[in-house]
């Protein structure tokens, strides 16, 4: 839906840039709340529950911080968000390295 909202409901509204922006958010959330179905389809694969529970975590909080602070600076031209963007990049980085190590741990 937010992929739609921005293709139509914001084209003319923002430019070019903003509208990347947009896009890149829709983006890294559809991604990690794909993962945050495997994470949850992956204990019956005998992976730890507990590593994927964080990591699931860390992709929620990704989301938040990451895609909401584009949406946030895009929508609400407030520049402060801005630096939280890359506490949410490293939120997904962390999410992905534990379910990796959970991987690796079967």
Do not use: C, K, N
Not at 4 to 18: D, I, K, M, W
């Amino acid at each position: 839906m937010a992929g739609a909202f921005g293709a139509h409901g914001l084209r003319g509204v923002l430019g070019e840039r903003g509208l990347e922006v947009f896009q890149t958010a829709v983006t890294y959330q559809m991604y990690h709340s794909l993962a945050l179905i495997l994470v949850a389809l992956l204990p019956v694969a005998g992976l730890s529950r507990h590593l994927l529970g964080i990591a699931s975590g860390f992709f929620v909080g990704g989301i938040v911080l990451f895609s909401g602070s584009l949406y946030l600076l895009v929508l609400t031209d407030i520049r402060w968000v801005g630096p939280v963007t890359p506490v949410g990049g490293i939120a997904f980085m962390v999410g992905w390295i534990l379910v990796a190590i959970s991987g690796f741990r079967r």
